[in-house]
C-alpha cells in the first residue's frame, strides 16, 4: 500500500515557503496529523512536516521509535552544543547530508490537543526536531551541503525535479 499522503520532491516550491502558525488546532488539525503520522511511518521516516505534504503550516510529526510525537507551533528558544551527522529527508530521497546543528535544545510547542509544552530534547531527538523545523521555514539539508557535496548531488537532484514535472 502507498503513503496515505503525498510526500512533495526536492524542486516543489511548498517546499521552500515559510509555513504560517496554526491558528486553531480543530478535527482538520488532527485528521492531518494522524495522516502525516501514518505516511512518516510507512515511508520509513522518523519525522515529516507539513509542509513535505503540501500543506505549509507549522506542524510536525517525529518518531525515532519511542512513539510519535506532535509539535504544533514549534519555537527552539535554546541550544548548545554541536555535532555534525549525516542526514537523510524523505522529500530528497537516496541523498545524504552533513549537517552541523546544536545537540541540545530547549523548545516550545503544542501538542493536538492544544497543550503547551517546553522541553530539553538532545541527541537524535534534538537532530529530527531541527531538521523538521527547519521545514517549516523552507530550509533543506542541501542548504547546509558543502560545493563539493552540492556537486556529487546535483544529477540526483535534477533527476527528482525532472520526475516531479
Known sequence: MGSLLKVRQYGDPCLRQKSVLVEEIGVP?????????????????????????GINKRIFVIDIGDGPMVFINPKIINAEGASVLEEGCLSIPEALVKVERPEKI??????????????????????????????????????????EELAKWKKKLEEIEKEKK
Open 106 to 147: 530547549r523548545v516550545q510547542y503544542r501538542d493536538e490537543d492544544n497543550k503547551l509544552f517546553e522541553r530539553d530534547f538532545d541527541e537524535l531527538q534534538a537532530r529530527v526536531i531541527q531538521h523538521e523545523n527547519d521545514h517549516l521555514d523552507g530550509k533543506m539539508i542541501v542548504d547546509y551541503a558543502t560545493e
Open 29 to 53: 488539525e488532527r485528521m492531518l496529523i494522524q495522516a502525516m503520522v501514518q505516511t512518516m511511518h510507512e515511508d520509513k521516516g522518523i519525522g515529516l512536516a507539513a509542509p513535505q505534504v
